[in-house]
């Protein structure tokens, strides 16, 4: 599709467990980021992608936390042994850039609950 | 720093045109001005995004005046779907884009 895609949509998972979020960006987008919202809150950065590279990773909130790109689509976002604060909607944005206009497209989130 | 301070909340009534302001005092020269819109349990949508002047497209309109310390959306006649978070972002170039806690925009009938 013309779109970003993430699975699983929604994730329930008990504490202690690992979990993997996936993110299909648009196709010919270099950059891809992740973000989590949780209830009523603005968007988190957690970390972003220019082609396979992750240049800034400062807003992972632990080294729980892990994400990988190949082939400059795909992005898995790894969360080990998550915690009940893990809980939150994960968003991805597949990023274009024109000279210095920057453009974010989202996918329609991951919502992980952790119990 | 914070690079841009928004309302929290506004409400308005249907049929009235909405303006809400954005203040980035340290805008740097290669920043745009860029808008998104969130409704609930959706991601962050753009709406639209200037450099100086004005913009315009189907959705809204940017006023951007010519110190570019500040700008604003404007939206004509809302009605009920437009009841939204608001999120205005300077960014330019390869920076790293981030989201501050947004405007959330609430239409009464």
């Known amino acids: 599709g013309a779109g970003v895609s993430q699975s699983p949509s929604n994730k329930v998972t008990e504490k202690g467990k690992d979990v993997e979020l996936r993110c299909d960006p648009i196709?010919?987008?270099?950059?891809l980021y992740w973000y989590r919202q949780s209830l009523g809150q603005g968007l988190e950065f957690l970390i972003y992608?220019?082609?396979?590279?992750?240049?800034?990773k400062s807003g992972l909130p632990s080294d729980r936390f892990s994400a990988e790109r190949t082939g400059g689509s795909v992005s898995t976002l790894t969360i080990q042994r998550t915690q009940q604060e893990d809980s939150a909607v994960y968003l991805c944005?597949?990023?274009?850039?024109?000279?210095?206009?920057?453009?974010?497209?989202f996918g329609p989130g991951t919502r992980l609950t952790v119990t | 720093l914070a690079k841009t301070t928004q309302p929290i909340s506004m409400d308005s009534y249907e049929g009235q045109e909405v303006n809400i302001t954005c203040s980035h005092n340290n805008i740097a020269t290669n920043d745009y001005i860029t808008w998104y819109q969130q409704f609930p349990s959706q991601g962050p949508r753009f709406i639209i995004q200037g450099y100086k002047t004005k913009v315009t497209n189907e959705v809204a309109s940017l006023f951007i005046p010519a110190d570019r310390k500040s700008s604003t959306l404007s939206l004509p006649r809302v009605s009920l779907s437009d009841t939204a978070v608001y999120y205005c972002?300077?960014?330019?170039?390869?920076?790293?884009?981030?989201f501050g806690t947004g405007t959330k925009l609430q239409v009464i009938p």
């Open positions: 196709s010919g987008h270099t950059a």
């Open positions: 972002l300077v960014v330019g170039g390869y920076q790293k884009v981030t």
């Open positions: 992608f220019q082609g396979n590279s992750a240049p800034d």
């Open positions: 944005a597949s990023t274009r850039y024109r000279d210095r206009e920057v453009e974010q497209y």
